[in-house]
């Protein structure tokens, strides 16, 4: 397994909360991600970084900021969580190729 | 709007057969493609890629078909096993860019 650590795995906060998830990874890649997991869309992109401080948005990425201040950990942020952000979120790396993609175990964060 | 599409949220297949996973994109830049498999509660794994130079892939019981013109590819799994079950998503990328993911199709293959 890639080494892809996410935390917390499971959440539940209520509407209008800040939340931060955490991606830390051991393989000094390049490229990390966060996509959501929502039934009848798949899997859509939120942010994705290509290095330290450089980010960029996603499909998704309304009501959603990153930041990566190191290598090995790419944080996502909801700044006032809503119940549309009820999702399971799953971070990824890629090397410097960037042709594939592997991916941590997911965090399930529910908004009440 | 979804670039990568599939169309087909649900396929069984007896064990033994053959299972074929299908897929569109609309964007033509995309240029590598890849093929993803999920159990639940875990996160997807990398199953199978082709680049647009190629028209088809091999890797075991696992064949991925591409065709440019028609914008569409396919996953082949031949046996169909038990163990394949799972939800396949397929996905497209302009290479060394951002990966756009379907919406999936679960897989049952039926002992």
């Known amino acids: 397994d890639a080494g892809i650590t996410q935390s917390p795995r499971h959440k539940v906060t209520e509407t209008g909360t800040p939340v931060t998830l955490r991606c830390h990874q051991t393989?000094?890649?390049?490229?990390m991600y966060w996509y959501r997991q929502d039934p009848g869309h798949g899997l859509r992109l939120i942010h994705y970084?290509?290095?330290?401080?450089?980010?960029d948005k996603g499909e998704v990425s309304d009501g959603y900021s990153v930041s990566r201040s190191k290598t090995e950990d790419f944080l996502l942020t909801l700044e006032s969580a809503t119940s549309s952000q009820t999702s399971v979120y799953f971070c990824?790396?890629?090397?410097?190729?960037?042709?594939?993609?592997?991916f941590g175990s997911g965090t399930q964060l529910s908004v009440l | 709007d979804q670039q990568v599409k599939q169309n087909s949220p649900s396929l069984s297949v007896q064990e033994g057969r053959i299972s074929i996973l299908n897929c569109d994109y609309t964007?033509?830049?995309?240029?590598?493609f890849l093929w993803y498999k999920k159990y639940p509660a875990e996160g997807p794994t990398f199953l199978i890629s082709?680049?647009?130079?190629?028209d088809k892939n091999e890797d075991g019981r696992f064949t991925v078909f591409l065709n440019k013109s028609a914008k569409h590819l396919s996953l082949h799994i031949v046996p169909s096993q038990p163990g394949d079950s799972a939800v396949y998503f397929c996905?497209?990328?302009?290479?060394?860019?951002?990966?756009?993911f379907g919406t999936g199709t679960s897989l049952t293959v039926i002992p």
């Open positions: 990824a790396i890629s090397g410097t190729d960037n042709e594939k993609l592997f």
């Open positions: 393989e000094n890649h390049r490229y």
């Open positions: 970084s290509y290095g330290v401080k450089d980010t």
């Open positions: 964007n033509s830049m995309f240029d590598y």
């Open positions: 082709i680049s647009s130079i190629k």
């Open positions: 996905a497209a990328s302009p290479l060394g860019q951002k990966f756009y």
